[in-house]
């Protein structure tokens, strides 16, 4: 006879510890993981505390498989989960390459000459995307522009991405919503882990990620990461490197501390980065096509990133209640960047401080549960842009001191009804006091049908230099004029879903999830690139609005075989005046919709899995060029392919794989290239893939004890 004799959460699963009486020594521990991002510091003391009595047993590990892409019925906030195995579908490796199986996410370049890239959510850049890993805010400023390709995905757990209004735990920067990166943890991952990495076109990654036991109390891992792709592409013929040369190296080293007596855990952490890149043009390019060098000036591009950051998080469980905690996260960042865009440059030093105060417990009963805190953000930049042709050496300093106050309550009914509202008031050394409300509400209407809500107000400092360097990469003057009186941004999103769990045949479900979210600027940061096609322009405007509606499948269609299908509208609206007129039209190079369908399927025990995926990309306005009364012009619809086969061991994946397997390509994506010291000459109006089908191939190794 079999019973259950404990039951307990950690690091996003659910660990179920069966006894055999028949064996009275013997323990088994089955997972399910349903991947729910913890929301306070008790809560991940307790996963802590749980994965050090997970490893005192002597047990056999069972785990429950979930689909790579899958929607959350508990958490309140609509949130989309891509576990590990979602990650391993494609190559991805960064995070700007992890969302090619999402609909929800798009990543796209901004301009055709450096590689960067940026998120879009809910029809907004990824500005308004709040990035935070394990629940510290990452990835902003000057690191935001790069900053997707800093982060390797095989040192990921998890990601977590959720739309709209969310907590205010974590600030009031999150406007259309929230990403939250789960590091792999240092007690709860393989001791030695590599991954290699290689493609047709000579870009070779190395990723690793180690962990050690001290002693009982102390862990350490070790995350690294290199790449080099020093090839010369120019498959368009336009003499500009189809993607930039790059070499970067990245390291994190982590520690984890639990004292299970004494409830007290604590995680700390310093990362390093180092990257070099050079794009534009090449000598190379023009001798292979046959132009001769003399008296040819080239358009070159030397960008360089360094990045050193430091953080810590503690969390002591105090009083005599269940689940009550004081955590306390301290992060400080310094970036440093040098660029050059032809003959602009942007160089730039940003160091920034969070700390951030909270107490979690509950009234009565855990029904009623909620967190208090006291937070305080500190930003310093120093920047300068300099045009020789057109703009003088310009600095653009700004320092930002943010003290907070906040309050989250969380009300669960025992009629399938949960509710979170919360409050923060944080006083702006610069624009004041700001004032952030926000509420999430989930109910479940039958055991098959949940419906979500949610409404907040989000505000944001723009860095309108560091956030449009892809505009740097063509001959436009840049309007300086008022950019230190530029006011900050402010925003309500509203939105909603409904999330249907449907019996199919014999064991199988279906999910349906229904969406839909609406986001209002009070006040927006323009960047108006159609009043002048010679010129950039910074300013505010109120009205701007992103409406987003979203169709998602999921339905295991049989043993092995699980289906994904999405489909999402935009209706982006920005608002352009010029002093004397106002102009409410389409926000340029944003696609009006996107379908996706992921097929993957895996033999028993996943020895090989097979990943297929479709996505169709709808048009996009292109930016007027002769003014507000330019004729509407889009961009083609367009497919994009890809596939890969995996074959799984118990020590080592061998994985191969194709990216963008028709080779569709946009079209001259650098307008005026021939003369790129010319006023006609621009790089920024990308809408599809630069670069035609890569074939990669790799490896991932598993050394030491597996959990």
Not at 106 to 130: C, R
Not at 236 to 258: C, G
Not at 431 to 452: A, D, H, Q
Not at 546 to 551: G, H, L, M, P, S
């Given at each position: 006879?079999?019973?259950?004799?404990e039951l307990f959460y950690t690091g996003?699963?659910?660990?179920?510890?069966?006894?055999?009486?028949?064996?009275?020594?013997?323990?088994?521990?089955?997972?399910?993981?349903?991947?729910?991002?913890?929301?306070?510091?008790?809560?991940?003391?307790?996963?802590?505390?749980?994965?050090?009595?997970?490893?005192?047993?002597?047990?056999?590990?069972?785990?429950?498989?979930?689909?790579?892409?899958?929607?959350?019925?508990?958490?309140?906030?609509?949130?989309?989960?891509?576990?590990?195995?979602?990650?391993?579908?494609?190559?991805?490796?960064?995070?700007?390459?992890?969302?090619?199986?999402?609909?929800?996410?798009?990543?796209?370049?901004?301009?055709?000459?450096?590689?960067?890239?940026?998120?879009?959510?809910?029809?907004?850049?990824?500005?308004?995307?709040?990035?935070?890993?394990?629940?510290?805010?990452?990835?902003?400023?000057?690191?935001?522009?790069?900053?997707?390709?800093?982060?390797?995905?095989?040192?990921?757990?998890?990601?977590?991405?959720?739309?709209?209004?969310?907590?205010?735990?974590?600030?009031?920067?999150?406007?259309?919503?929230?990403?939250?990166?789960?590091?792999?943890?240092?007690?709860?991952?393989?001791?030695?882990f590599i991954n290699l990495y290689a493609?047709?076109?000579?870009?070779?990654?190395?990723?690793?990620?180690?962990?050690?036991?001290?002693?009982?109390?102390?862990?350490?891992?070790?995350?690294?990461?290199?790449?080099?792709?020093?090839?010369?592409?120019?498959?368009?013929?336009?003499?500009?490197?189809?993607?930039?040369?790059?070499?970067?190296?990245?390291?994190?080293?982590?520690?984890?501390?639990?004292?299970?007596?004494?409830?007290?855990?604590?995680?700390?952490?310093?990362?390093?980065?180092?990257?070099?890149?050079?794009?534009?043009?090449?000598?190379?390019?023009?001798?292979?096509?046959?132009?001769?060098?003399?008296?040819?000036?080239?358009?070159?591009?030397?960008?360089?990133?360094?990045?050193?950051?430091?953080?810590?998080?503690?969390?002591?469980?105090?009083?005599?209640?269940?689940?009550?905690?004081?955590?306390?996260?301290?992060?400080?960042?310094?970036?440093?960047?040098?660029?050059?865009?032809?003959?602009?440059?942007?160089?730039?030093?940003?160091?920034?401080?969070?700390?951030?105060?909270?107490?979690?417990?509950?009234?009565?009963?855990?029904?009623?549960?909620?967190?208090?805190?006291?937070?305080?953000?500190?930003?310093?930049?120093?920047?300068?842009?300099?045009?020789?042709?057109?703009?003088?050496?310009?600095?653009?300093?700004?320092?930002?001191?943010?003290?907070?106050?906040?309050?989250?309550?969380?009300?669960?009914?025992?009629?399938?009804?949960?509710?979170?509202?919360?409050?923060?008031?944080?006083?702006?050394?610069?624009?004041?006091?700001?004032?952030?409300?926000?509420?999430?509400?989930?109910?479940?209407?039958?055991?098959?049908?949940?419906?979500?809500?949610?409404?907040?107000?989000?505000?944001?400092?723009?860095?309108?230099?560091?956030?449009?360097?892809?505009?740097?990469?063509?001959?436009?003057?840049?309007?300086?004029?008022?950019?230190?009186?530029?006011?900050?941004?402010?925003?309500?999103?509203?939105?909603?879903?409904?999330?249907?769990?449907?019996?199919?045949?014999?064991?199988?479900?279906?999910?349906?999830?229904?969406?839909?979210?609406?986001?209002?600027?009070?006040?927006?940061?323009?960047?108006?690139?159609?009043?002048?096609?010679?010129?950039?322009?910074?300013?505010?405007?109120?009205?701007g609005n992103a409406n987003v509606w979203?169709?998602?499948?999921?339905?295991?269609?049989?043993?092995?075989?699980?289906?994904?299908?999405?489909?999402?509208?935009?209706?982006?609206?920005?608002?352009?005046?010029?002093?004397?007129?106002?102009?409410?039209?389409?926000?340029?190079?944003?696609?009006?919709?996107?379908?996706?369908?992921?097929?993957?399927?895996?033999?028993?025990?996943?020895?090989?899995?097979?990943?297929?995926?479709?996505?169709?990309?709808?048009?996009?306005?292109?930016?007027?060029?002769?003014?507000?009364?330019?004729?509407?012009?889009?961009?083609?619809?367009?497919?994009?392919?890809?596939?890969?086969?995996?074959?799984?061991?118990?020590?080592?994946?061998?994985?191969?794989?194709?990216?963008?397997?028709?080779?569709?390509?946009?079209?001259?994506?650098?307008?005026?290239?021939?003369?790129?010291?010319?006023?006609?000459?621009?790089?920024?109006?990308?809408?599809?893939?630069?670069?035609?089908?890569?074939?990669?191939?790799?490896?991932?190794?598993?050394?030491?004890?597996?959990?």
């Amino acid at each position: 006879m079999v019973k259950v004799v404990e039951l307990f959460y950690t690091g996003g699963c659910f660990r179920f510890i069966f006894r055999q009486k028949a064996i009275p020594f013997m323990m088994v521990v089955a997972s399910l993981c349903l991947g729910i991002q913890p929301l306070t510091a008790q809560s991940e003391t307790e996963q802590l505390t749980d994965s050090v009595r997970e490893r005192q047993l002597q047990e056999t590990v069972i785990v429950h498989h979930r689909p790579g892409t899958f929607f959350s019925t508990l958490n309140p906030l609509k949130t989309e989960t891509i576990t590990q195995t979602g990650l391993k579908k494609m190559a991805c490796c960064n995070l700007s390459e992890s969302f090619e199986n999402s609909a929800s996410a798009t990543v796209g370049f901004t301009d055709a000459v450096t590689g960067a890239k940026q998120i879009q959510l809910l029809g907004l850049s990824g500005i308004y995307t709040q990035i935070l890993t394990e629940n510290i805010p990452a990835l902003r400023g000057l690191a935001a522009t790069y900053g997707l390709s800093y982060i390797p995905a095989s040192w990921l757990e998890a990601i977590q991405l959720s739309k709209g209004a969310s907590s205010v735990i974590n600030g009031y920067e999150s406007i259309a919503g929230q990403m939250n990166l789960e590091w792999k943890k240092p007690n709860n991952s393989e001791p030695l882990f590599i991954n290699l990495y290689a493609d047709n076109d000579r870009h070779y990654e190395a990723n690793l990620t180690s962990a050690l036991q001290l002693t009982p109390q102390l862990w350490t891992g070790l995350l690294l990461s290199g790449m080099t792709g020093t090839e010369i592409h120019d498959e368009n013929r336009d003499n500009f490197l189809d993607m930039p040369q790059v070499e970067y190296v990245n390291a994190y080293n982590r520690w984890f501390y639990l004292d299970d007596e004494k409830g007290v855990q604590s995680r700390t952490g310093i990362r390093f980065l180092y990257e070099d890149r050079k794009a534009g043009q090449d000598s190379l390019c023009h001798i292979k096509h046959g132009i001769p060098l003399e008296d040819v000036i080239l358009w070159e591009s030397f960008i360089t990133n360094k990045n050193v950051t430091i953080d810590n998080k503690t969390g002591i469980a105090v009083g005599d209640k269940e689940g009550q905690s004081i955590g306390v996260i301290n992060s400080y960042t310094h970036h440093e960047q040098r660029s050059s865009f032809g003959l602009k440059t942007f160089n730039g030093i940003q160091d920034s401080y969070y700390l951030n105060l909270l107490f979690t417990s509950f009234v009565n009963n855990t029904n009623h549960r909620y967190t208090v805190g006291a937070s305080l953000v500190y930003d310093s930049y120093d920047t300068e842009f300099s045009d020789p042709t057109q703009t003088p050496l310009t600095p653009v300093n700004r320092r930002e001191i943010v003290p907070g106050i906040y309050g989250e309550y969380t009300w669960t009914s025992p009629f399938n009804l949960m509710v979170v509202a919360g409050l923060r008031t944080d006083y702006n050394s610069r624009y004041g006091w700001l004032i952030t409300p926000r509420v999430n509400v989930k109910y479940g209407v039958k055991e098959w049908i949940t419906v979500r809500a949610s409404a907040g107000r989000g505000f944001r400092s723009s860095n309108v230099l560091a956030e449009n360097t892809g505009l740097m990469a063509s001959s436009r003057r840049f309007d300086l004029s008022g950019i230190n009186d530029l006011a900050m941004e402010e925003a309500w999103n509203f939105g909603g879903n409904i999330l249907f769990t449907v019996p199919v045949w014999e064991s199988h479900q279906a999910s349906v999830s229904l969406e839909y979210f609406h986001t209002h600027f009070r006040n927006q940061t323009v960047v108006d690139t159609e009043r002048d096609r010679y010129s950039v322009y910074f300013y505010n405007r109120n009205g701007g609005n992103a409406n987003v509606w979203q169709a998602d499948l999921s339905v295991a269609l049989f043993r092995g075989l699980d289906l994904f299908a999405a489909f999402r509208y935009n209706n982006n609206r920005v608002i352009y005046s010029d002093g004397r007129r106002t102009i409410a039209t389409d926000k340029p190079l944003f696609s009006t919709y996107r379908g996706l369908i992921n097929l993957s399927y895996a033999t028993r025990l996943r020895r090989w899995v097979f990943d297929a995926t479709a996505q169709f990309n709808g048009p996009a306005r292109l930016p007027g060029l002769n003014g507000y009364d330019s004729e509407k012009i889009y961009s083609p619809a367009f497919p994009v392919y890809f596939a890969q086969i995996t074959r799984n061991s118990k020590r080592f994946d061998i994985y191969l794989g194709a990216e963008n397997i028709a080779g569709y390509t946009q079209q001259e994506p650098i307008r005026g290239w021939a003369l790129p010291f010319n006023r006609e000459f621009d790089a920024s109006m990308v809408w599809g893939p630069l670069s035609g089908i890569r074939i990669y191939a790799g490896l991932r190794l598993r050394i030491g004890k597996l959990y």
